[in-house]
């Protein structure tokens, strides 16, 4: 599954440990123009595996995917 982040939603890390613990998404990638770094290292520490500046640079989109294959 791949999120962008938007920075509106308070409760993100929350809903992302849910939908992670749910089994229902194995592999989780996030993208976000303007990441926080707290909420990155607390989505990191909860199970996110790849993150995705934005702009999306299309080699670094090619690299995770192949790290996720």
Same mark, same amino acid.
């Given at each position: 599954?791949?999120?962008?982040?938007?920075?509106?939603? @308070? %409760?993100?890390?929350?809903?992302? *440990?849910? $939908?992670?613990?749910?089994?229902?998404?194995? =592999?989780?990638?996030?993208?976000?123009?303007?990441?926080?770094?707290?909420?990155?290292?607390? @989505? %990191?520490?909860?199970?996110?595996? *790849?993150? $995705?500046?934005?702009?999306?640079?299309?080699? =670094?989109?090619?690299?995770?995917?192949?790290?996720?294959?």
């Amino acid at each position: 599954m791949i999120l962008e982040l938007d920075g509106g939603d @308070l %409760m993100i890390s929350e809903k992302i *440990e849910a $939908l992670l613990s749910s089994k229902r998404t194995k =592999e989780l990638f996030l993208m976000a123009e303007n990441p926080d770094a707290n909420l990155l290292m607390k @989505l %990191m520490r909860i199970g996110v595996k *790849e993150f $995705l500046p934005l702009p999306l640079e299309i080699e =670094e989109f090619k690299a995770a995917i192949y790290r996720f294959k």
